[in-house]
């Protein structure tokens, strides 16, 4: 996914917030589930929520204000009850990653009570498993 480091988003020296991060690789987690035909609203809707239970970011590099930045994404793990995604976040202008993270998620029903995903939704994220990181524009 491609995005523009905001001005609410950085600090008095106009580098982003190290929370920011977070809000962008959520961002980049949807779309990349949008991008592969899985509605993460669907999924809502049906009850089932991806709980993150982990999430680690290492800051590299800084990120400035107007900077564009690309974040990748790729499903590294997907079981009945667990997920995790890795994450790249790069700088557009010259390739460089400003930082790695990931993400660990366990599907839960509306009590927050951890669930089995339906095989409707397991099969398909399967397909993606380990796949060279996609670039969302």
Do not use: C
């Not at 929520?49 to 204000?65: G, H, K």
């Not at 700088?91 to 009570?113: E, F, I, M, P």
């Amino acid at each position: 996914m491609k995005l523009r480091v905001r001005f609410a988003e950085t600090d008095q020296m106009g580098i982003a917030h190290h929370s920011s991060y977070v809000i962008w690789l959520e961002a980049a987690r949807v779309e990349w589930l949008r991008e592969r035909g899985i509605s993460y609203r669907d999924i809502e809707q049906s009850g089932i929520s991806l709980a993150v239970t982990n999430v680690t970011v290492d800051y590299l590099r800084s990120a400035l204000f107007d900077d564009e930045l690309t974040v990748q994404v790729q499903l590294v793990t997907a079981k009945s009850r667990l997920f995790a995604f890795h994450y790249e976040v790069i700088r557009a202008s010259d390739g460089v990653t400003l930082a790695t993270a990931g993400t660990t998620h366990v599907s839960v029903n509306t009590q927050g009570k951890p669930i089995r995903l339906p095989q409707q939704w397991l099969e398909p994220l399967n397909k993606y498993l380990n796949q060279v990181p996609s670039t969302s524009s």
